[in-house]
Nanobody, 121 residues
Framework: QVQLVESGGGLVQPGGSLRLSCAAS????????IGWFRQAPGKEREEVSC????????DYAGSVKGRFTISSDNTNKMVYLQMNNLKVEDTAVYYC??????????????WGQGTQVTVSS
């Protein structure tokens, strides 16, 4: 059974940092790209970062480039999203998904349950 489980969300002030974790089980990470997505109330789910373990490439949406860093621990099947200099507009539920980088969300085969990130003073 495939599971993706996110953790690490919370409430943080603008300018603060959080590290999100995505624990994968039941899949081989090399078989998938792993993306971090977010969805704010009333908005569509958007991908903010993606990691391809096959070739080690990472990529970021323009809105988070320079502030967010995606990484992995392949041995423990973990994918992380380090988020620095958080802004109010980063507030959303964050999900990890297994599927092609930058493809529409419906093309992701697996999703976690999400973790809430709230940036507020």
């Amino acid at each position: 059974q495939v599971q993706l489980v996110e953790s690490g969300g919370g409430l943080v002030q603008p300018g603060g940092s959080l590290r999100l974790s995505c624990a994968a089980s039941g899949i081989t990470l090399l078989d998938y790209d792993i993306g971090w997505f977010r969805q704010a109330p009333g908005k569509e789910r958007e991908e903010v970062s993606c990691l391809s373990l096959r070739d080690g490439t990472t990529d970021y949406a323009g809105s988070v480039k320079g502030r967010f860093t995606i990484s992995s621990d392949n041995t423990n099947k973990m994918v992380y999203l380090q988020m620095n200099n958080l802004k109010v507009e980063d507030t959303a539920v964050y999900y990890c998904g297994a599927g092609p980088c930058w493809a529409p969300p419906y093309e992701n085969d697996y999703w976690g349950q999400g973790t809430q990130v709230t940036v507020s003073s």
